[in-house]
């Protein structure tokens, strides 16, 4: 009872300080993924301070371009916004109204309330905010992930000098689930990029509004697996019911239909060899939850902030069993291989 009330406590206190603690986590994931490129440059004879400096040039100049590229962009669409809502009420009656001509029974009020067009398309705009808010502290996260790679560098020997068998198998567990999660995080964000460019660029031949904004939605859902093409689609192919016809609004599902198949079939396949090691439901209600607790940064970073939940569970004996609920079921010959061993 303690321990569940300590935790409970630890995430009120986490949910109430999201302030500081969004820029941190994404600092954190920043840094991680920065890591890589930093130990490159430094294997090839550069300086640390010289090698921090051209790494913190690229993310500047990474996160300018996307602040430069979505700032017109969500500025359209909220200003549009209000219409496309307005117009998916009156489709909404409309739709409702045709049924009842049918002899179905309608509810109509019910029908509104449980669509609630107004939060389905502000859902990308409300998404899209929530990245903005926390690139809004750029500058605090610019400061945040200086002084975590300049840590970094030195971090390993702080932790020998510790002593002792338990901050080396600290350290070595710490190892190991940094270089997974940058080995995730990178190959995600590969294949990423391309399903957001490659959505991009098939709206805008379409001609659908806004396909810089759907593009950069793909791009940053596809880091949920699963369940974020899904979400990312759904938007998108609600506004081209708004603004094409028919056989457009099937051709915008087929693009999402045909880009999520090929690159998650295919290429992403060839990209991931690390697995992300959580189960379906696991990463689903990783998504929720730390969505509830960080919003669209938890949504962001639900994976990555779960392999760490399970990683810290696998080494502790008392609460393993969380480590083998989030991860996928075991294969069924492990299982008939461990029955025989143990007759045996």
């Known amino acids: 009872m303690l321990t569940l009330a300590g935790v409970a406590l630890l995430l009120a206190l986490l949910r109430a300080s999201s302030d500081i603690v969004v820029p941190f986590l994404f600092s954190l994931f920043i840094t991680i993924i920065a890591v890589t490129p930093l130990n490159w440059l430094k294997q090839r004879g550069v300086s640390n301070a010289l090698s921090i400096i051209i790494v913190m040039v690229s993310v500047v100049i990474v996160l300018a371009l996307i602040a430069l590229m979505l700032g017109n962009t969500a500025t359209q669409f909220n200003e549009a916004l209000p219409g496309y809502q307005a117009r998916l009420n009156d489709l909404t009656n409309e739709a409702t109204t045709w049924l009842s001509t049918k002899g179905i029974p309608i509810n109509e009020t019910g029908i509104l309330d449980a669509l609630d067009p107004s939060q389905v398309m502000a859902f990308a705009n409300t998404f899209v905010s929530g990245i903005g808010d926390a690139l809004s502290n750029a500058m605090l996260i610019l400061f ?201």
């Not at 020997?157 to 068998?165: H, L, M, P």
């Not at 506004?239 to 198949?261: S, T």
């Open 144 to 344: 945040m992930v200086i002084f975590m790679l300049t840590e970094a560098l030195g971090f390993p020997r702080k932790v020998s000098a510790i002593g002792g068998e338990g901050a080396d198998i600290a350290l070595a567990r710490l190892t190991e689930v940094v270089n997974s999660i940058n080995r995730y995080a990178a190959a995600k964000a590969a294949v990423s990029l391309a399903t957001g460019i490659l959505i991009w660029i098939a709206l805008e031949i379409i001609g659908l509004d806004f396909a810089p904004l759907w593009g950069f939605l793909a791009f940053v859902l596809n880091f949920v697996p699963n369940i974020g093409s899904i979400l990312a689609a759904i938007p998108a192919v609600i506004l081209a019911m708004l603004q094409l016809d028919p056989v457009m609004v099937l051709v915008v599902i087929g693009v999402y239909v045909a880009v999520n198949m090929i690159i998650g079939n295919v290429v992403e396949p060839m990209f991931m060899s690390q697995r992300v090691g959580l189960s379906i439901l696991a990463v689903f209600l990783s998504l929720l939850f730390w969505g509830w607790m960080f919003g669209a940064v938890g949504m962001l970073l639900s994976v990555p902030l779960t392999m760490v939940v399970k990683s810290a569970a696998q080494t502790h004996p008392q609460i393993r069993w969380l480590a083998v609920l989030l991860s996928p079921a075991p294969a069924d010959n492990a299982a008939d291989n461990s029955t025989v061993a143990s007759k045996k």
